[in-house]
């Protein structure tokens, strides 16, 4: 996801999954694949190749996991300490947050019909 309005409609209201580093927020869409937007900013992590680290591995796990992720637009929001994470850690926690999408969506899905 790119355009800001794609954004604003995830921000409106969204599923969330949240660490003491991160959310990742959600939404269904009507296209055939989920989506990820990132949100890393300055505030959190000063350093460029710092906020390149962190959006790497988001993306990397997103590929890794999309196949198994429901028709979402999803769009991580970094938080004050993540830069502390190890690469492992960071991919961990979004294996945990991931899950937990896939089963909002299932809940929401057994629900509505």
């Known amino acids: 996801m790119l355009a800001p309005t794609q954004f604003k409609a995830v921000f409106a209201q969204p599923d969330r999954a949240s660490t003491p580093q991160l959310t990742l927020l959600s939404i269904p869409t009507s296209l055939e694949n989920p989506r990820l937007g990132l949100t890393v900013a300055k505030k959190h992590l000063k350093r460029a190749h710092d906020r390149n680290r ?60």
Do not use: Y
């Open 54 to 113: 962190i959006k790497r591995i988001v993306r990397e796990s997103f590929r890794l996991k999309q196949h198994q992720l429901p028709h979402h637009d999803f769009v991580f929001v970094a938080k004050g300490g993540i830069g502390k994470l190890t690469n492992q850690e960071l991919f961990e926690t979004l294996e945990k947050l991931w899950q937990r999408h896939i089963r909002l969506a299932k809940q929401k899905n057994t629900q509505t019909t």
